[in-house]
């Protein structure tokens, strides 16, 4: 049985790759899901901006991030930061330096085989334009058809969209009951508390937009109420270097979020952040970004990029926003003007720009994702795009469109297929006598505020896979869950196909199998700690 390490900033710990192989007829469960992570980076280094810096991308040949960066920087290079998954290292450079210099400076670096690319490590800034405080009506959640769409589902708490930006109060009282428990984490101070600096409303503000308590007799109404993960990664001013954002942006996806709101930006393109969002997407995160609030024919990036959907801003009545940027990236439209949420100091707000309109598209991606958990990410910004309302404008203004909640939840909804268990189990047929069975065992603790998980993969080995039973048994007074999935990924709280999570230690999963199943298995512990014993047992015809 090959186990596999969760991410050492999801978990909180990391395991050594290991097999354990018992009983008669016993296989290997093959495949691995590598480790990542992000380097701390120095203690003395400050938070926010940092624009005498250098980003250089290593090669995937090269086995040692910084040492590479280091034998490739002229001098005796200060290595500040490094990304060991994104693969770039963060290079200090005087910051009195003039511009030819840096220049020099960045094509000697990359002159090395070893070298993918330098660039600043320039300062990326939120997409809000402030309005008057307070004021007693919404029209976002009316304007794209909310109360319809909230009939069928007012969203999951199982759809997690992280929320890259200054941070949200999560103790806010219309935000702190639909928080994730993990609440987050910070790249600005880098002392493990999201929570926003005073009067840093951006974040909150944003992600009350997203999600926040609708029908509880509190404050606003989010578009959804799935569940928010607080992403700190821009200071108080709503500014972050280029390297914070990625390392958040990793993060997120490492965390498990369905959905990842960007309402930020940069003017330009920059691979360290195409690297990122790249790296989001094959997780199957969905991205979200701002287009950008100067009012011009040139989308920013983050949103720019091919794997974030670009969103633009139109008013109350569907016309465009004078602030938006527009362009050929721009993929959905949605309400950004004189928006009301949650702002810091348990306070409400009204707030305009492109940075309130992706929330809105977060929001509905999250309510289609609830209607219905199987949709890829592919399936998921396909069904915002074929749903979305033409409102008269150009495609650099709206897109495919202006993004409707009722059409993605109602189109999006699987149908009743209650029935359709017995005519699959009997298209199995009867299990024959060919057994194979694989265990494993290990020690967690879930004594923590986010308890302790491993990860296994497993391959059929039967001639004709006809069904396998998963159990796991741990230890007296614990509670440990177990999930699954069948198309190889690893499965997590939010993202399985299968799982097993009662009060106890004993959970037992049993499927029909077609054969072309490879499954990914998490032990969770919720409770209590021990050892535990995982086995499977494969019967073919």
């Not at 840093?200 to 109420?225: E, L, R, Y």
């Not at 990625?246 to 709101?261: E, M, R, T």
């Not at 997780?283 to 920013?300: Q, S």
């Not at 495919?400 to 009722?406: E, H, K, L, M, P």
């Amino acid at each position: 049985m090959t186990q596999n390490s969760p991410p050492d900033d999801v978990a909180g710990r990391t395991h050594d790759r290991r097999s354990i192989l018992t009983g008669v007829g016993s296989v290997a469960l093959g495949g691995a899901i590598g480790a990542s992570g992000v380097t701390s980076a120095t203690p003395d280094r400050d938070p926010g901006p940092k624009d005498d810096e250098i980003i250089v991308g290593i090669a995937p040949s090269a086995s040692d991030v910084a040492g590479e960066a280091r034998a490739a920087v002229p001098g005796n290079a200060d290595v500040v930061h490094t990304n060991e998954t994104i693969r770039y290292a963060v290079v200090s450079f005087p910051s009195d330096a003039p511009a030819a210099a840096r220049d020099e400076f960045i094509d000697a670096i990359t002159s090395s085989p070893a070298v993918e690319y330098a660039e600043p490590n320039v300062s990326v800034q939120s997409f809000l334009e402030p309005d008057d405080p307070y004021y007693d009506y919404q029209h976002a959640p009316q304007q794209i058809d909310c109360e319809t769409a909230w009939e069928t589902t007012r969203g999951s708490e199982d759809v997690v969209i992280a929320v890259v930006d200054q941070g949200i109060q999560y103790d806010h009282p219309a935000l702190e009951g639909i928080v994730d428990d993990r609440v987050g984490e910070d790249f600005v101070d880098r002392d493990g508390d999201p929570y926003p600096a005073a009067g840093a409303d951006h974040g909150t503000h944003v992600g009350g937009i997203a999600a926040g308590g609708t029908n509880d007799g509190t404050g606003h109404a989010g578009i959804s109420d799935c569940s928010l993960l607080s992403v700190r990664a821009l200071d108080e001013d709503g500014v972050g270097s280029l390297s914070d954002i990625a390392d958040a942006i990793q993060w997120s996806a490492d965390a498990g979020a369905d959905i990842i709101n960007l309402s930020l930006g940069v003017d330009g393109s920059y691979e360290t952040l195409t690297a990122a969002c790249e790296y989001a997407a094959d997780r199957e995160a969905l991205l979200v970004g701002a287009a950008g609030n100067d009012g011009n024919g040139r989308v920013y990036s983050p949103a720019a990029e091919d794997t974030v959907i670009a969103v633009s801003a139109v008013e109350d009545d569907d016309s465009i926003a004078s602030f938006s940027n527009t362009g050929p990236e721009i993929e959905l439209a949605a309400p950004g003007a004189r928006l009301v949420s949650t702002v810091t100091g348990d306070d409400y707000a009204r707030m305009s720009g492109t940075s309130m309109a992706a929330p809105v598209v977060s929001g509905v991606a999250g309510l289609a994702l609830s209607a219905d958990p199987d949709l890829s990410r592919t399936e998921l910004r396909d069904l915002l795009r074929e749903t979305a309302v033409d409102v008269g404008l150009s495609s650099d203004e709206q897109g495919y469109g202006r993004v409707d909640a009722a059409r993605a939840v109602e189109t999006g909804s699987s149908p009743d297929d209650s029935e359709s268990g017995t005519d699959d189990e009997e298209s199995t047929g009867e299990c024959g006598d060919e057994t194979v069975t694989a265990s494993a065992s290990g020690t967690l603790d879930g004594s923590g505020w986010w308890g302790e998980t491993d990860n296994y993969s497993y391959s059929l080995n039967t001639d004709d896979p006809c069904s396998i039973t998963i159990s796991l048994e741990g230890p007296d007074g614990g509670d440990f869950d177990l999930y699954v999935t069948t198309d190889g990924s690893s499965p997590d709280r939010w993202s399985y196909d299968e799982s097993s999570t009662g009060s106890g230690t004993s959970e037992s999963i049993t499927l029909s199998l077609e054969g072309d199943e490879e499954f990914g298995l998490q032990v969770h512990a919720n409770s209590g700690s021990g050892e535990y014993t995982l086995r499977l047992e494969e019967r073919g015809r």
